[in-house]
Structure formats: C-alpha cells, structure tokens
Nanobody, 127 residues
Framework: QVQLVDSGGGLVQAGGSLRISCTAS????????AGWFRQAPGKEREFVAA????????YYAGSVKGRFTISRTSASNTVVLQMSSLEPEDTAVYYC????????????????????WGQGTQVTVSS
C-alpha cells in the first residue's frame, strides 16, 4: 500500500506562482509513476502532469505545458508541481496520484491507471 498526502495549495493572483507537493509513504519502492490531476467545480477530473518514479520522463497536459513543472525529490519521496503564470482557469482541487504498474506513454493522462490518490489540495487563482 502507498499513502499520498497533498499539501501547499492556496490563493494566488493571476500571473502568480504556487508550489504544491505530494509526499508518498508506505511501499514507495513499488511506485512506477506519479501524477497530478485537478477537478474544478462542475467539471470532470482532468490530467495535469505525470512523472516516472525512476528516471526523468515527464508528461504534461497541453493547457499547462510551459507553465507547470513536475519533479520528484527522491530523498523525501516527494513529487512537486511548480505552477507559474497561473490563470483563473487553473482554479481547482489538485490531486496527486500514483501507479504501481507500468504505464504506457499514451496512458499517463488516464486517471484509471492510478491506484493511489491523495486527499487533494485547493488552488484558487483570482483575476
């Protein structure tokens, strides 16, 4: 089992930056990939970014590419999403997710490939 704890959300003005984190515990050696998803009120959960647990491969949704950066700190089993040039449309609850199984390049955006989820952290961008 893997436990994920999301943190770091908050309120920021449009154009600003925010950093959210996800700390994994438990059987972290079993993680193959980790990702961030978000869900805005009245909308479906959508993929934001993902990273291979070992290695440097990263994947981004088109709407955040160039503005968000996902990274992993191996020493602390933490996945960080650095968000910049934030827009009101980025307002959502952000969820960290992890998969213990091999994920094909074409499947990182699919929520169903991730078995473990954090509790979510609210990000609000004011205009």
């Amino acid at each position: 089992q893997v436990q994920l704890v999301d943190s770091g959300g908050g309120l920021v003005q449009a154009g600003g930056s925010l950093r959210i984190s996800c700390t994994a515990s438990g059987r972290t050696s079993s993680i193959y990939a980790a990702g961030w998803f978000r869900q805005a009120p009245g909308k479906e959960r959508e993929f934001v970014a993902a990273i291979r647990w070992r290695g440097t491969s990263t994947y981004y949704a088109g709407s955040v590419k160039g503005r968000f950066t996902i990274s992993r700190t191996s020493a602390s089993n933490t996945v960080v999403l650095q968000m910049s040039s934030l827009e009101p449309e980025d307002t959502a609850v952000y969820y960290c997710a992890a998969s213990p199984d091999t994920v094909a390049n074409a499947d990182y955006y699919r929520a169903e490939v991730y078995d473990y989820w954090g509790q979510g952290t609210q990000v609000t961008v004011s205009s």
